[in-house]
């Protein structure tokens, strides 16, 4: 069997997320169509990570075991042309038997961007969530050092997951202006997310940018101690999966 | 009667274009239902521009009459509340009775991007044309020049126009790199524009950029001698009307 990573990029505003479902149109979904006509069977992936409905990827990953060899140069072509517009396979490569792309995951970088614009700008409005309030960055990049390290996330997981280890670790958490300073941009870049934990973490830097929270509310949600400063959980559109890091692909 | 004008900005993608049409979504459309609201009669508007089927605004203009005054910082929050949510109005100012958003219009400006990365950016796929080839830009810059002056641009002008008079001074042609190098932008600002002729004009600059139109070419269809130099004309969804610019509102 031949094993084969490939990055991909949607726009997730027409999805019920990324993983397979009955009856639900899904990243997953098409992608396996995609893969089985181009391998004359049906052949199933390992998604990095499961995003939820609405949300975007940029550097989505996944690999699957295939009964012959395709030239990875020509994988992309070859998928593209079956895939809908809004799923582009960006790279493929291939791997040995035994990489699997969510458990070989390493780190992983997603974004949250703010439209920080008076009314939303419309070529923008599938891709950000429209914050026109005043913020005070200065708090919510203090608030967002909190973050960083390892911690307890417990209380920034919404329900609907069976993860029973929620300790994480964050390496940064960082916010960008974009041209114009209409948009505003958080990384977060981790060695895992428990479900829902970014919107919820965005939720909670948001709420410290507009002085309806405190940095030691959010202290000790960390801690676990004060469940009500975890959230609120943003909106899915403003959400995308940048990039998937793995130390050695083979 | 009240004389207001309207800034628009809008996402094409999913209209017959601007100007109403009997059993279509339009832009013009969408607007005079939500002033009829408002205003609670019939209301119609005079665009600056009637954008075709998928081109998009940042920066389109329209007036009406009406027959009474509503505030006109509150105008935008009435209206978009009234709007589908591609389709904003990001300002109204009160101007006196003979201005008429297309007649008394000065400059447009109207961009058109082009995604240059090699798989199409699934996030910019709606606003943009994908053209990953190579492109001689130096050769680009240099025939960009040839547009800008007064000229007859007869030859760059789609049929279906009733328009007799085909001169028009463009001001400025320009190109754009944006972040990363990967979205190539054209500018292009004039007097006025005629039918498709943006498109027309991004079509024969592309083909310079390959290779596959000489700068003579275009030099001999700006004086009308060589209608193969003009076009092709360029998809609609890179197109985006920028800006219309009024010498006095009042």
């Not at 939820?52 to 990953?61: E, F, L, P, Y």
């Not at 517009?85 to 992983?108: L, M, W």
Request: hydrophobic share 40%; with cysteine.
């Amino acid at each position: 069997m031949f094993n084969t990573l490939i990055r991909i990029s949607y726009d997730g505003t027409n999805y019920s997320g990324f993983q397979v479902q009955a009856n639900a149109l899904t990243i997953q979904g098409e992608l396996e169509r995609a893969l089985s006509v181009t391998y004359k069977q049906p052949l199933r992936i390992n998604g990095a990570g499961r995003t939820d409905a609405g949300v975007h990827a940029r550097g989505q990953a996944a690999n699957y075991l295939a009964p012959f060899r395709i030239a990875a140069e020509k994988l992309p072509y070859a998928l593209n042309a079956l895939l809908p517009p809004d799923i582009v396979v960006t790279e493929a490569v291939e791997v040995s038997g035994d990489f699997h792309a969510r458990f070989t995951a390493g780190r992983k970088i997603y974004s949250y961007t703010l439209d920080r614009a008076v009314f939303p700008r419309v070529m923008k409005r599938l891709y950000s969530y429209h914050l026109p309030e005043p913020l005070d960055l200065a708090a919510v990049r203090d608030a967002a050092r909190l973050f960083t390290g390892t911690h307890d996330f417990k209380l920034f997981q919404a329900a609907g997951s069976s993860v029973t280890d929620t300790w994480r670790t964050l390496y940064r958490v960082e916010l960008t202006e974009e041209p114009e300073k209409q948009l505003l941009v958080f990384y977060f870049e981790g060695s895992g997310f428990l479900y829902r934990m970014v919107r919820l973490m965005t939720g909670s830097l948001i709420r410290v940018g507009l002085n309806k929270l405190n940095k030691s509310d959010l202290e000790a949600a960390l801690k676990g101690d004060n469940s009500d400063a975890a959230g609120p959980t943003f909106p899915a559109q403003g959400l995308c999966l940048e990039k998937v890091h793995y130390e050695q692909l083979f």
